[in-house]
């Protein structure tokens, strides 16, 4: 209860108002999606932010017990912090993030970090790499829940993909915020990524790459003008009645995907590839 005060109180309310039963059945709903990654088939686990709703210890502890059959799982895991798990400052001074996920922010580019864990970079086979961004932030008012990627993480993932043992690979670009909606527009100033202009024009020179977020709760791809990578957004892998998630093939350099959905009892896989809408203007 000392962690109420504030911004917390406001988000408190929310979540017992109505929020938090839409998350009813997350754990259960966790341990479907965790037989994907035990199955043998997934080389790669990415969670895209907002392990919990207020960033309390409690929920931390939880989260953590909930993740662990994915991170005894034969996939690699990688997550990054979602607005929700950096949800005051105290919580960002006392590091509850970078504790609950001790030993799981390792980085094959330590030189390239310049942010705590930030960028998370990890090269996998010897055709994948992935660079994880955190773009969440406390924001002490309550009805703002904007975003940013420092810059100087931003000068780290330009200087990241021109590095050899990442050039040449396909690269998983991974943040908690979209940097667009599922139309190509920008979110609005009080929920986006607040600089997502700069982070798309730092990957857009990528051809062989996807953004990966979450933070809006729809899940969806685009593609937009001008930029390389396509963009995926998880949405919600556990809110009822938005679960979704995706499942990447990267083969021979190219990237295929289908959606996953919640089915009642499971989690089930498009029998195809999702295809991607352009954003108007994008070139067909
Ligand atoms: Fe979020």
Known sequence: MRDWPGKRLAGGVNFLRGRGRRFERALEKIERLAE?????????????????????????????????????????????????????????????????????????????????????????????????LNSAKPNPVPWRSSGRVPGPQLEALR???????????????????????????????????????????ACAGTERGAILCGHVHETFRVRLPDVGPEIFCAGSATMHELEGFWMYDVNGGSLSARRGRWTGGGYQLASAETSSPCAAGAPE
């Open 159 to 201: 200087a990241i993909l021109g590095r050899p043992e990442v050039e040449g690979r396909f690269v998983f670009i991974v943040t908690h915020y979209a940097p667009c909606l599922a139309d190509g527009r920008p979110d609005t100033p009080l929920h986006g990524l607040e600089n997502a202009a700069e982070l798309l024009q």
């Open 36 to 132: 994907f990654a035990n199955s043998g088939d997934v080389d790669l686990v990415v969670f895209s932010g907002d392990f919990t709703a207020m960033g309390t210890r409690a929920e931390f502890a939880a989260a953590r017990a909930a993740i662990h059959p994915f991170v005894t799982s034969p996939a690699e895991f990688i997550c990054v912090a979602g607005n929700h798990d950096l949800y005051t400052r105290r919580v960002v001074r006392e590091r509850r993030f970078e504790k609950t996920f001790d030993g799981l922010l390792g980085t094959d580019l330590p030189d390239y970090r310049v942010d705590g864990a930030w960028p998370t970079v990890r090269t996998l086979g010897n055709d994948v790499a992935v660079i994880a």
